[in-house]
């Protein structure tokens, strides 16, 4: 008999879809997010994603922890800017 009661690697990959098909965020909230986000890192040092997720109270783990802002731009431009 097989106890399936541990961690599971694609539990968090539907969570993930399911976040983003939730939410959204406007073009220009994000357009002034972005101008803020520079101010931001100098206090704060986040990351480029890291920041998105903190300010628009997102769970996305892959963008959470992308060090490259080129790459976290278009993941933010793909799933979450309507």
Request: proline fraction near 1%; charge should be positive.
């Amino acid at each position: 008999m097989i106890s399936n009661t541990g961690y599971s690697v694609f539990a968090t990959k539907c969570v993930t879809d399911a976040a983003h098909e939730l939410q959204s965020v406007n073009y220009s909230d994000y357009k002034k997010w972005c101008k803020q986000y520079t101010f931001n890192a100098l206090k704060t040092g986040h990351r480029f994603g890291q920041d998105f997720c903190m300010y628009f109270d997102i769970t996305d783990y892959i963008l959470y922890y992308t060090n490259d802002p080129d790459r976290a731009d278009k993941h933010i431009k793909k799933y979450y800017i309507k």
